[in-house]
Structure formats: C-alpha cells, structure tokens
C-alpha cells in the first residue's frame, strides 16, 4: 500500500476520532500537529496488540492526540506529589478474614465512573470516591459527593486543578464537617471560587483519615477487603494512556503523578492477581473506566508505586 493511502487512511481515522471525541483545533497548523501525533500513537497502539505478548490491550481513546510527555503533565497539574506522615493508627492491622476477592461495586458502595477533564483534579476524585464508599457501607445510602467543593477550597498544599493531595481533601472534610454533593456542588472542570454552603448542605461526613503503612501489599489487601482506598500512581506511562482491557503489566515509574482509588481486588483464570482501580478519566478509558492492575508482583512498592506512597482512607 503506498504511503500516499496510508496517509489518507490515517487522515480519515483522525477525522472520524474528531468527531467522536468532538474535538477542534485553532488552526490548520495545530491540526497536522495533532494528526502527526496521532498517526504515531496509533502506530504505537496497533504494534502493541499485533505482538500480542502481554495480558492487556490498549486503544485509540480521548487521549490519542497528546504526546505521552503532554499526557503526563496533564494528570496532577505537574504537582510533585509528597509522601506525607505516617498516621500510628491503622484499624485494619489484625485483621485475618480476607475474601480471597472483592469488588465493593457489586455491594453497592461505587458510584458511576466519573470525568476529571482537562484539570488536574485526580487528587479530589480519589478522595471523593473513598469517601462516597465509606459512606454507603456506613449509612446504606450511595451518594456522589462534590470534586468541585474540594477543587475550590481546599488550601495549603493544594491548588485545584494545579494538583493536589488526598490527604488535603480529608482534613478539609472533617474540620468543615462534611462535604456537598454533587447536585448542590457540581463539577465544572475548572478553579472557580470557593461558595460556603450551610451545614444543612453537607450530606456526608468523615471523623478523620489514616494510612495503610507503605511498601506493604498484605496490608493494603486488609485495607481493601473493608474498604475502597485512595491511592497515589504513577499512571504516565505510554501503555498506560492508551489501556483498554486485561490486567495491566506494563511498564511505569513508582514517582506518583496521579491519584485513584482501589475498590477491590481479584485473580484473573491464569492466576494472575490484580487490584481493581476506579480511575476519573471517563468511560472511554480503560474497562469502561476502570483498571485492573497486577498486585503481588515482589517489588517493595507495587506496580506504578500504588504501594509506595502511604494509601490512605476515610473513617466514618
């Protein structure tokens, strides 16, 4: 086929993810940019699944126009995230019953996938997404909770859609006594300013936070089978950003740039365990939003760092 076909065929595959994703350019200039990108990352996507050689697929998604160097200055708003402390309480260290899986979407306690957008906002939907479990495994009651309260008011260490931390979002949460919904609170995908709401608002509350020790998968396992759990990633890899479906081994850094949350983990037919991941990037990404990423694979911090960096969840 000569290069002249491919190029129209390319052209033609840019043209109908255009229209899919409904995305324009400013100008003809910034179009071939894109469609340049575009070609390479599809070319990137399709040599990946032809060797076939690993036990997950990736995609043409939302994403395919962004270099992998833009993609991972967009997840965290290039925020370094910290470490934070360790808290000396964690509940869950005794305990010895754990399913061998679990998926806290079939209990009820998950909300839809949600869409962080174009602002680095992962922080808070992480946060978010721990909280609106703990409060239907709590109350009986699934809620979707406010990104947009946190985006706006959060302070200190976080910048709303510059980045943020989750820890940030659970000391906002307990020291204002609970958060909004997302009706009375939505989400625009952008800082805006802060609007005090009347305690009446708040449909959810937390006491406080602690943290599953690091560099302990045993220990985020115990964690899980009680509760979803916000964790730090580090989700900038190229396989990453084009994911699709099967358990994700592929290759990325332990540095954190990104915030999800665990709601369960499994074992896949061939036995391979993996962590279930509830991701704020829509349902175009992943398994139609979610991920399931390899656990137990003896590095001290886990694949993508997710054991690295002091998970952390909210008490009720």
């Not at 869950?92 to 306690?109: E, F």
């Not at 962080?116 to 906002?121: I, L, N, W």
């Not at 406010?146 to 000391?171: H, P, T």
């Not at 943290?211 to 964690?223: G, I, M, Y």
């Amino acid at each position: 086929m000569s290069s002249r076909v491919l190029e129209l065929l390319s052209s033609n595959k840019h043209e109908k993810w255009m229209a899919q994703f409904g995305k324009t350019y400013k100008d003809a200039a910034e179009k071939e940019k894109r469609f340049q990108i575009f070609k390479n990352n599809v070319e990137f996507i399709e040599l990946f699944n032809a060797a076939g050689d690993k036990p997950f697929n990736l995609s043409i998604n939302h994403f395919a126009d962004l270099t992998n160097e833009e993609f991972k200055a967009s997840l965290n708003g290039k925020k370094k995230l910290h470490h934070g402390t360790e808290t000396s309480s964690f509940r869950y260290h005794n305990v010895t019953s754990i399913p061998a899986t679990m998926d806290w979407r079939n209990r009820g306690a998950v909300t839809p996938i949600k869409d962080q957008g174009t602002c680095g906002s992962c922080w808070a939907f992480s946060a978010v997404a721990s909280i609106e479990s703990i409060h239907q495994i709590t109350t009986g009651e699934l809620v979707s909770l406010s990104e947009q309260e946190l985006v706006d008011c959060v302070k200190g260490n976080s910048s709303g859609c510059s980045g943020g931390y989750m820890e940030d979002a659970f000391e906002f949460i307990v020291k204002k006594g609970g958060i909004a919904s997302e009706t009375n609170y939505p989400y625009k995908e952008a800082d805006k300013r802060c609007k005090v709401k009347k305690e009446s608002k708040y449909v959810a509350e937390i006491k406080g936070y602690e943290k599953v020790p690091a560099n302990n998968e045993n220990e985020l396992l115990k964690a899980v089978a009680n509760q979803p759990v916000s964790v730090y990633i580090n989700g900038g890899g190229h396989a990453f950003q084009f994911y699709s479906g099967g358990i994700f081994t592929g290759k990325c850094g332990t540095d954190p740039d990104h915030a999800v949350t665990v709601v369960g983990y499994g074992e896949s037919n061939d036995g391979i365990k993996y962590w279930l991941v509830k991701n704020s990037w829509g349902t175009e990404w992943g398994e139609k939003g979610y991920m399931r990423l390899m656990r137990d694979i003896g590095s001290k911090k886990g694949l993508c760092g997710i054991i690295a960096n002091n998970p952390s969840y909210p008490v009720a």
